[in-house]
């Protein structure tokens, strides 16, 4: 076979599937310059959380998007490499042990993976129902454990530790923020990386073929289960990576890092982003952190929002963020998205009013019913007023009201500029 | 000549229902080999039974001499023996090369590797676009492969089932829902990729069988009535009574 093959001498095609850099350069770049940017301590503190979460999104998406297995208890993966980073940092403290804390992570990867390989042992067989029931029922196990096996999981206050007791790698003693920060990154780099060559190994290819059809792939030679099984391993391991990133950055884990709510918002994170590629998760873990910390401090309905939007993306846009964001490439291809700038103004701004209008009357109604007693005056969007009198109520309702007929009108202009954009230049006119 | 296929006393039953009552049925290597019936006649089940999607309930398959009881359908696979579908199963997300690409990996010595990158190895590209070139589908070679037209996903299908270099290939219906010029491309097709082959086909389009098949073996009722060459066959009062005078008016 590979005789004719050579004779046939087709010309090889290195463009069509080969490994461009440019996205990880850029990358690379960016979190080697974004403190310098947002300097200030809680803005690192967001950060630091936002990587760890991306690492866990993009390790979970090796289940869901490229798997097609939907868990329900990945929480677990990176609660237990946290815990047991946890340990050995205490460790490491207790009996002075020579170990570098970067290379901690790694012993969270290697333990969220012997996990996964043991729990993906019989839950593998499957990427149906009967997967989701037993990564659920695992997932509800461990965290009952937590409380259990207290030597472990520390019981209800969890363990904690002290990352500083070791030995300074390089006169690094992680004390402050950045340090943990720029530690963070590297682990994100290296970790995306992996997984993003993972997708392009041969067991990574055939994850996406059992995805789609694992009985064909039964009969190309390969084993759905075990398939499913290597690529459970791999998530399991980078999951682990997540939680040992997550126990030196917080220094304390408990049960809330096993839960199933814990194991709902990375399917939610993911899910947002997009499954569909690679970056998806990175997207959604980034918007999530954002929702979460920034939109937190300013409302406490923020996990309210956090659903809507969830909701608005499984029903209206089922490829997530990465999914609306790659739509728009066949128009700019086309060279076509200018024609897309005008309707958008006149579609989103209204619509953006509508959405914050409902906000508003969200958080109005919320502190009418909520608010103490005689604490009637309240600030949205810097305006102050009391939310007894009817007067915000009229103008809230009439704002949205027109602006969301402005939204309804000016929608299937939009649509139709939609469909001009994306028809090939060769046969749209000039108007 | 030595049997790539040899099937003895194989019955297969659903509960009480007997769907395959003891076929005797032995193909040798490099024959082309078309099993025809009614429908029901048990045709596809005899299909999954030899591929190990089913398991039989009494006699034994084998390929190349070893027993396949017990197998699953990815260890047989491996033995050298690939098969299609009668409904059209491919990897409708996956672009076209990656459909092929995958089906060469095993084949190829790639295993579950994690320490290889598909795109570095030039002879799996090459493997992969010379199959598509013959299937001619090297123009659609980037687009997912459930966008193609019918016929042109029974192409890709073939193009699947062969990719592997497996010396055993069942067809279960190629011919399908096809179009009179879509089934000469298809049959030329066929022709082409099991060239030194062993063919082993299901098929309900009488040209296409004794345009195609060295060998035919009359399935009716679970049993194999008859099995030779396609003149014996046509001329066999028992496959004209039971089967083929009806199929054969068909045609015209």
């Given at each position: ?22 996205p ?7 979190l ?5 940017i947002f ?6 503190t ?8 991306v690492?866990f ?34 460790y ?12 901690l ?7 969220g993976?012997?996990?996964?390989m ?11 129902t009967?997967?989701?029931m ?7 196990l461990?965290?009952?454990c937590?409380v ?6 520390g019981?209800?206050?969890g363990i904690?530790?002290?990352?500083t ?17 720029y530690?963070i990154?590297?682990?994100l780099?290296?970790?995306?990386a ?8 041969p067991?990574?290819?055939m ?13 190309l030679g390969y084993?759905?289960r ?25 220094e ?10 814990s194991s709902?918002i990375?399917?939610l ?5 997009g499954?569909?590629f690679?970056f ?5 873990a980034?918007a999530?952190?954002?929702l979460?910390t920034v939109?937190s401090?300013?409302?406490?309905l ?11 993306t ?22 076509n ?9 006149k579609?989103?701004?209204p ?9 508003a009357?969200?958080?109005m ?15 949205i ?5 009391d939310?007894h ?9 009439v704002?949205?009201?027109?602006a969301?007929?402005?939204t ?5 202009d ?12 060769t046969t749209?006119?000039?108007? | ?5 040899e ?20 193909i040798g290597?490099g024959?082309?080999h078309?099993?025809?019936?009614p ?8 299909f999954?039974?030899?591929t ?20 699953e359908p990815y ?14 199963n491919?990897?409708?997300a ?5 459909n092929v690409r995958?089906?060469l ?10 320490w290889?990158l ?5 002879a ?6 010379q ?10 070679r980037?687009?997912?492969?459930g ?6 996903q029974?192409?890709l ?20 829902g ?29 040209g ?10 009359v399935?009716?009722?679970g049993e194999?009535i008859?099995?030779?060459r ?7 009062a ?7 005078g009806?199929?054969l008016?068909?045609?015209?």
């Open positions: 076979m590979s005789d004719t093959a050579k004779t046939t001498a087709s010309p090889q095609r290195a463009g069509a599937m080969s490994l461009t850099l440019g990880w350069i850029v990358a690379a770049l960016l080697l310059v974004l403190p310098f300097d200030n301590n809680s803005s690192i967001i950060m630091n959380q936002m990587w760890i979460t690492i999104a993009l390790a979970y998406n090796m289940l869901l998007g490229q798997g097609g297995m939907l868990s329900f208890g990945h929480a677990v993966y990176m609660g237990m490499g946290g815990f047991l980073c946890m340990h050995v940092m205490n490491v403290e207790d009996f002075g042990i020579a170990l570098p804390l970067p290379v992570p790694l012993f969270g990867g290697l333990f993976m012997g996990f996964a043991l729990i993906g042992a019989i839950s593998t067989s499957g990427a149906g009967r997967f989701a037993i990564s659920l029922g695992v997932g509800e461990v965290a009952a937590s259990i096996i207290v030597a472990f999981f019981g209800e206050e904690s530790g002290d990352r007791y070791g030995l300074p790698f390089f006169g690094i003693e992680f004390l402050k923020q950045i340090e943990v920060y530690l990154s590297f682990w780099m290296l970790s995306a992996l997984m993003y060559l993972f997708s392009r190994t067991v990574g290819r994850a996406n073929a059992v995805r789609d059809n694992p009985e064909r792939a039964q009969f084993s759905s075990w398939v499913r099984f290597y690529s459970f391993m791999a998530s399991g391991f980078f999951c682990g990576i997540a939680g040992g990133l997550f126990a030196i950055n917080y304390i884990l408990t049960e809330e890092n096993l839960n199933t709510s709902g990375i399917l994170v993911t899910f947002l982003g499954v569909g690679f998806g998760p990175i997207i959604g980034i999530f952190t954002l979460q939109l401090l300013k409302t406490e923020w996990a309210f929002y956090a659903g809507a939007l969830f909701l608005a499984v029903m209206y846009f089922p490829g997530g963020l990465a999914g609306l964001i790659m739509m728009h490439v066949p128009a700019f291809k086309f060279r998205a200018g024609k897309l700038v005008m309707p958008y103004v579609t989103l701004i619509g953006l009013i509508t959405v914050l209008g409902i906000a009357l969200v958080e109604i919320f502190h009418y019913r909520h608010a103490s007693v005689g604490d009637d005056e309240m600030t969007f810097w305006t102050t007023f939310s009198s009817v007067v915000p109520w009229v103008i809230v309702t704002i949205t009201a027109i969301s007929y402005i309804k009108t000016t929608a299937p939009l649509k139709e500029a939609w469909g001009d954009a994306n028809t090939p230049p749209g006119g000039d108007a | 000549m030595s049997a790539a296929l099937l003895s006393g194989l019955t297969k039953s659903f509960g009480k229902a007997e769907i395959i009552r003891g076929v005797d049925l032995s290597k024959e082309r078309a099993i025809i019936g429908n029901g006649a048990g045709k596809s089940t005899l999954n039974l030899i190990g999607r089913f398991a039989q309930t009494a006699g034994t398959i084998s390929l190349h001499g070893r027993n396949l009881a017990g197998l260890q047989i696979n491996r033995m050298g023996l690939s098969r299609s579908f009668q409904i059209t491919i990897f409708p996956m672009t076209v090369f990656e995958c089906s990996l095993w084949s190829m010595g790639y295993k579950y590797s994690f290889n598909v795109s570095r190895s030039k799996l590209t090459e493997g992969a676009e199959i598509l070139e013959q299937i001619n589908l090297t123009a659609r980037n687009l997912p492969a966008v193609l037209s019918y016929a042109e029974r192409a299908e073939i193009g699947i089932t062969i990719a592997g270099g497996a010396d055993v290939i069942m067809l279960d219906e190629p011919t399908a096809m179009s009179h010029s879509e089934t000469d491309y298809i049959v030329e097709l066929i022709r082409k990729v099991t060239e030194n082959k062993t063919l082993i086909m299901v098929e309900h389009d009488m296409v069988v004794f345009g195609l098949a060295d060998y035919i073996s399935l009716v009722y194999i008859a099995t030779g396609p003149e014996e066959v046509r001329g066999n028992k496959v004209q009574e039971a089967y083929l009806e199929a008016e068909d045609e015209h």
